[in-house]
Nanobody, 112 residues
C-alpha cells in the first residue's frame, strides 16, 4: 500500500506564491509518474499537472505559465510551485501516483 502526504498549503493573497510538496512511501519499487490534482466542494477532482521521471510535464490550461511541477523520483517526492495565484485556484490539492491511494490533501486558499 502507498501512503501520500501533502504539505505546503495555506492562505495567500492573489498574485502570491506557494510551494506544495508530496512524499510517497510504502510498498513502492519505483514511481515513474506523479501528479497533482485539486478539488473544490461540489465539483469533480481535476488534474492540475503531471510529471514523469524523465521530465515530461503536462499542465491544465488554467495553470499553464503559472505553475511548475517537478519530481525527485529517487526519494519519491513531487512538488508544485504555484505563482501568480488567483482566487479560482482555491481548492484542496492532492498528489497522485499510478497506485490507487490518495493522500489527505492540502488546502490552498487564495483570498485578499
Amino acid at each position: 500500500q502507498v501512503q501520500l502526504v501533502e504539505s505546503g498549503g495555506g492562505l495567500v493573497q492573489p498574485g502570491g506564491s506557494l510551494r506544495l510538496s508530496c512524499a510517497a512511501s510504502g510498498s513502492i519499487f519505483s514511481i515513474n509518474v506523479m501528479g497533482w490534482y485539486r478539488q473544490v466542494p461540489g465539483k469533480e477532482r481535476e488534474m492540475v499537472a503531471t510529471v514523469t521521471s524523465g521530465g515530461y510535464t503536462n499542465y491544465a490550461d488554467s495553470v499553464k505559465g503559472r505553475f511548475t511541477i517537478s519530481m525527485n523520483s529517487a526519494i519519491k517526492q513531487v512538488y508544485l510551485q504555484m505563482n501568480s495565484l488567483k482566487p479560482e485556484d482555491t481548492a484542496v490539492y492532492y498528489c497522485k501516483t499510478p497506485y490507487p491511494s490518495w493522500g489527505q490533501g492540502t488546502q490552498v486558499t487564495v483570498s485578499s
